[in-house]
């Protein structure tokens, strides 16, 4: 899967080269190109932003360089072209992927007060919002939603890691994990996973899913 991501502050991915991304980067499973908008600016101070026509307090980024950054990237029929926004639709597993069904996508990062209508109505076919907050840029939501969609891009997640045993899957959460050692500070691990009865230890993790989910998400449990 190709990813690009248009943005004004391209050294806050840096953090897409570490661990499994990174990984899958080198492996050649996943590119991942950030391209700086500023580079396109036709101005000659490479100016991006500007006030907003009407009034109101901060700047707009300006559909100049925002529209010769797009115009830059070679699209096919299989390219969706995303603006990071809190207005758009809420990013939730389902959505994570019908993504990565993709295999390109561009994400537009806004900064400031919002980008010209005009490079959102050109350039992007559907806003996507990772929650109902506002962040100060597009750029966590972009690298929030690359990391879920890479998960399953295949062979990213290697068979320890699997997208299948997680949480959300069948609307439910995951169940609680324990690693050695047997007793931690006093705490017990649940008598039932060093039973070794395996037949058991699934009847259990299946409760644990369905217990987390009522205490933590029930509205998960509502739906459908
Ligand atoms: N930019 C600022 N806040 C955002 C959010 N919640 N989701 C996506 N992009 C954003």
């Known amino acids: 899967m190709k990813i690009d991501v248009l943005t004004l502050f391209p050294e ?9 991304l990174g990984k ?4 050649n499973l996943l590119e991942i190109n950030v391209i700086n908008i500023r580079d396109f600016s036709a101005d000659k101070h490479k100016k991006c932003d500007d006030y907003p026509f009407g009034g109101g307090a901060g700047m707009v980024m300006m559909a100049q360089p925002i ?17 990071m926004s809190p207005k758009g639709k809420k990013l939730n597993q389902n959505l994570v992927k019908e993504l990565s069904s993709r295999n390109h996508l561009v994400l537009l990062c806004g900064h400031y ?4 209508q005009r490079a959102l109505d050109l350039c992007v076919d559907m806003e996507v919002s990772i ?3 506002v962040l100060t840029g597009g750029e966590i939501p972009a690298m929030a939603l690359i990391d879920a ?10 068979s320890a890691e699997s997208a299948q045993d997680e949480s959300f899957s069948e609307n439910l959460l995951e ?6 050692p047997q007793n931690f ?4 691990v649940p008598e039932v996973l060093v039973s070794g009865n395996h037949g058991k230890i699934d009847q259990w993790r299946r409760e644990q899913k369905i217990i987390v989910t009522m205490q933590n998400r029930p509205d998960l449990l509502e739906k459908d």
């Open 185 to 188: 500070r006093g705490k017990e």
């Open 149 to 158: 969609v890479s998960r399953y891009v295949p062979e990213v997640l290697g």
């Open 113 to 116: 007060e919002g980008v010209d």
């Open 12 to 20: 806050m991915f840096t953090p897409l080269n570490d661990s499994i």
């Open 131 to 133: 929650g109902d907050y």
């Open 67 to 83: 529209c010769a950054a797009f115009d830059s990237i070679q699209k096919s029929d299989d390219t969706l072209c995303i603006y």
């Open 175 to 180: 169940y609680p994990q324990y690693t050695r």
């Open 24 to 27: 899958a980067q080198e492996k």
